[in-house]
């Protein structure tokens, strides 16, 4: 019986795995094989699918039967490709092990270099390539790397060693120390590892390679990697794939080097190589920020050939995979070594100038474009404010480093994750202030507003996830100095303190004292361009919730096609309004409600009047009065007492009414179509409201399209007495206008019983819209006001996989839309059905609205625009 393949190779033109294998073999993987396929110069290697890191993960550390067998099997392969032996201690085989999940995943998993070196193969290294000090360079990096990440030494016990030695040798650069001194650093490192560990450091290579493999396979559980996809909300991979690689050196001399770049530019998708590299390095000096590298174009200066040889290959990969690349490389000795090829991760403004480019190129078409290179995240950034530039004084300036992600943020400076996550909680606006960062600040990146740091290039750590995310940093900052243990830093005049106030500038790279104001950002043609083959494309309607004729402006301006909730409510909180309404609620009659709510019915009208004129010749949903009256009245004392004066009631006769109509579970309460049947006159005032101002408009030319919706229907009895109310409003209302407008009524789906029961009330019902934000709290039994208490660890612990408020949970909620929209339908084919919870503009929310069939999603203004690529992308995904 033969044992399933678990590990595949890849190298001198030939791969056992392609790039449609990424669930398998990782992006990195996947991509390793293509590219040694198609004949770029790829170290040769092998990756251990993901396969194996959920079994590893599930069966408490151990591989499947056959793994083992199959990677030695495929380290004898390397070895008769390199013509090295693993282990030999006269001309070592050595390799890098690293990480590689199917979505990227920058910087979150473990690596580990020059793995197979001991005490004795480090002589041998320095014999064949008759370079000691390069030999015990790399000796001296993978003790510190195996130490840190495979048995958990904090990486800076080995620092503090380093440091001391350079200060011992009166040195500044570890690139000073001599041969001697880093034999010294090897045998410091090891007593390090002996202290951390209690054993001698390993010396069999096929023992490291064994723990390595573990290690990296571990890192898919660690703390960062869960927080880096619960924050970029990546579900469904089983683990990450580990790929080992032959290593190439970058760091034997001056004809070495190491670097990361970019087919475009990240930041802004300049059509131009973007990147970073340093002379006598590995890489893991660029990407972690520990070097302040030299710029891609200065390549070009020493090493002319492999730069021209470096832009060739860039453009092939490119025009290959149809996307911008990240690209990791090496030279060594003159030779250029392609080590990895990823689709890059770009800003929202690079991402649609990209995206435009390369269909003017004709690299990819409208419709590739719109599918594979702009994520509605990017959308998203690009409604980011920026910085006033009027408004900054040259001398509020205090330090100046590299654009690294644009956007403006404003906060109070910490200098701790830890501390970032804490603020954040209590609702600060925080930038995340650090030397450099690394993959353990994930969480406090996420919660900052920006990252500003003092080391590291555009490549670095921060640098890349801030773009990812189209968080705004500043890297490289090199002219503040920062001491965490006096919680400051300073530019040698103005010293800054945890909880001062800063802004950051992350597309100049300025850095500048005190809070300094942001204005809305503007659209560019490229914008224009591509949200147009968005609309081409899509074949579901993007609506708006709004209940301002600003907000419906504004919405209008992101494309929305009409409103598709406008909720009445908000509409009372005026200082007239709300005097107006609290009077009808503490009414004692019929008589005295009607003549509260004739004084609402004007100031209703006027906000329906700028409302349809707003969205003229588009549909507007209006939704009858939904919450509990008593959110109305004040709850403080002298609140209270001000209100009885100013209705001249006695204090005593209010205080009771505020007590009787206390709701003791308000979301489940007198509320919603409730409030309408038992008093009618609320929704006969709205209504009226609602029809006279679009009659007004109709005369004066203007096209209005009024959907009125009853909220909180449970029963079709509920829907049929409101519906008459209504009409019969209605029916006075044309009668004493002399005109009339067509106008449609239906109703809010956020009862569980009333998608159960949804084809009886379609008989009745011109349109369903689901409220899902009401559906959700129904349907998991979960206050959205009290699920904060135990939402974390729900997430933490995997009981949920999204917080269902944000992300609509399909298995559940979804299944009560889905049957509420086929028993609609079954009454009446041809039922107009939406969605307007805030669900409407999360994209895989509005993929499931599409593949249902639903004719529209409506979301806040400015979603908009996120919701239209969803829909877009929705309706090519159902092509595909």
């Known amino acids: ?459 670095s750590h921060a640098a890349v996830v801030a773009r990812g995310w189209g968080k705004p940093c500043v890297a490289g900052c090199g002219d503040i100095i920062i001491n965490y243990e006096n919680q400051s830093f300073s530019n040698g005049e103005t010293t800054i303190h945890e909880g001062d106030w800063i802004s950051i500038d992350g597309a100049k790279g300025l850095v500048i004292e005190g809070q300094k104001p942001v204005e809305e950002p503007s659209f560019g043609d490229d914008y224009h361009a591509f949200m147009r083959w968005v609309d081409d494309i899509r074949d579901m309607d993007v609506r708006t919730n709004a209940d301002t004729p600003e907000d419906a402006l504004r919405a209008r301006d992101f494309g929305a096609q009409g409103i598709g909730l406008a909720r009445t409510e908000h509409m009372f909180f005026g200082e007239e309004r709300i005097k107006a309404m609290r009077r009808m609620i503490i009414s004692e009659s019929e008589k005295e409600r009607k003549r509260a709510l004739e004084g609402l019915l004007p100031y209703q009208r006027e906000d329906f009047v700028e409302i349809f004129e707003a969205m003229e010749g588009l549909p507007v949903t209006v939704r009858l009065l939904d919450p509990p009256l008593h959110e109305f009245l004040p709850e403080e004392d002298e609140e209270i007492k001000s209100l009885s004066r100013e209705l001249d009631i006695p204090l005593r006769d209010l205080n009771q009414k505020i007590r009787v109509l206390k709701e003791f579970n308000p979301m489940l309460g007198h509320r919603g179509c409730r409030l309408g049947i038992t008093y009618p006159e609320i929704t006969q005032m709205q209504t009226r409201a609602i029809l006279e101002a679009a009659v007004r408009l109709k005369k004066e030319g203007k096209r209005v399209e009024p959907e009125i919706m009853i909220p909180l229907v449970g029963t079709s009895e509920e829907f049929i007495h409101q519906h008459e109310v209504v009409d019969h409003m209605a029916d006075e209302v044309f009668a004493r206008e002399g005109e009339r407008v067509d106008y449609k009524v239906g109703t809010m789906i956020e009862v569980p019983r009333a998608a159960l029961v949804a084809d009886k009330i379609a008989e009745e019902a011109e349109f369903f819209s689901f409220g899902t934000n009401d559906l959700t709290q129904m349907t998991f039994g979960y206050s959205r006001d009290d699920a904060g208490k135990f939402l974390e660890p729900y997430l933490k612990e995997g009981i949920l996989e999204n917080d269902p408020f944000q992300v609509l949970d399909e298995e559940g909620v979804g299944t009560l839309v889905r049957i509420a929209t086929e028993k609609g339908r079954s009454v009446k084919k041809d039922l107009k059905i939406g969605i307007c919870g805030e669900h409407g503009g999360d994209p895989s929310s509005v993929r499931f609205c599409y593949e249902l069939g639903l004719n529209y999603v409506s979301c806040s203004p400015y979603r908009v625009p996120v919701a239209r690529l969803a829909a877009a992308q929705a309706r090519l995904g159902s092509e595909s």
């Open 1 to 459: 019986m033969s044992t399933k393949k678990y590990v595949y190779t890849f190298g001198d033109g030939e791969a056992e795995g392609d790039k449609s294998m990424k669930q398998l073999l990782g992006g990195k993987g996947a991509n390793l094989a293509e590219m040694s396929a198609i004949g770029l110069p790829i170290p040769p290697g092998f990756t251990l699918s993901a396969e194996i890191c959920d079994y590893y993960t599930h069966y408490d550390g151990q591989w499947p039967e056959g793994v083992e067998e199959q990677v030695q099997e495929s380290v004898r392969y390397l070895e008769k490709l390199m013509d090295l032996s693993f282990g030999d201690a006269s001309d070592p085989l050595l390799v890098s092990v690293r990480s590689g999940a199917a979505i990227s995943m920058p910087g979150m998993m473990d690596t580990v270099l020059n793995l197979g070196l001991n005490d004795q193969s480090v002589q041998g290294l320095a014999e064949k390539t008759d370079n000691e000090r390069f030999a015990y360079d790399c000796y001296r990096r993978f003790i510190d790397m195996f130490g840190n990440v495979v048995m958990g030494i904090e990486h800076e016990q080995f620092e503090e060693e380093l440091q001391a030695l350079k200060e011992k040798e009166e040195v500044t650069l570890d690139t000073q120390l001599g041969v001697e001194e880093l034999k010294e650093l090897v045998n410091r490192y090891q007593t390090v590892y002996r202290r951390g560990t209690g054993k001698d450091f390993p010396q069999d290579p096929n023992n490291q390679l064994h723990l390595a493999i573990d290690a990296v396979f571990r890192s898919w559980n660690a703390k960062r990697a869960r927080t880096y996809r619960k924050i970029n909300r990546i579900t469904g991979l089983v683990g990450t794939a580990v790929n080992v690689q032959a290593m190439v050196y970058g760091n034997m001399g001056k004809d070495c080097a190491t670097g990361v770049c970019f087919t475009r530019n990240p930041a802004d998708g300049t059509n131009e190589l973007y990147g970073e590299f340093l002379v006598n390095a590995q890489g893991e000096d660029v990407v972690a920020g520990i070097r302040t590298p030299r710029n891609i174009n200065e390549l070009n200066e020493d090493m002319p050939e492999s730069y021209d040889e470096l832009v060739e290959i860039t453009d092939k990969l490119e025009q290959h995979y149809q996307d911008m690349q990240d690209i990791e490389f090496t030279i060594q000795q003159g030779r250029l070594f392609i080590l990895q090829t990823r689709n890059g991760k770009r800003t929202g403004a690079a991402a649609v100038k990209i995206a435009t480019d390369m269909v003017e190129e004709e690299l990819i078409s409208r419709k590739g474009a719109v599918a594979n290179l702009v994520e509605p995240g990017h959308l998203d950034q690009l409604l980011h404010p920026q910085l006033s530039q009027s408004d900054i004084e040259e001398d509020a300036i205090i330090g100046r480093g590299l654009p690294a992600s644009p956007g403006a943020a404003v906060g109070k400076v910490v200098f701790s994750s830890e501390k970032a996550e804490q603020q954040h909680e209590k609702g600060d606006p925080v930038i995340l202030v650090r030397i450099e960062t690394s993959p353990e600040d994930v969480g406090g990146m996420s919660a900052a507003e920006g990252i500003l740091t003092s080391r590291g290039g555009m490549t």
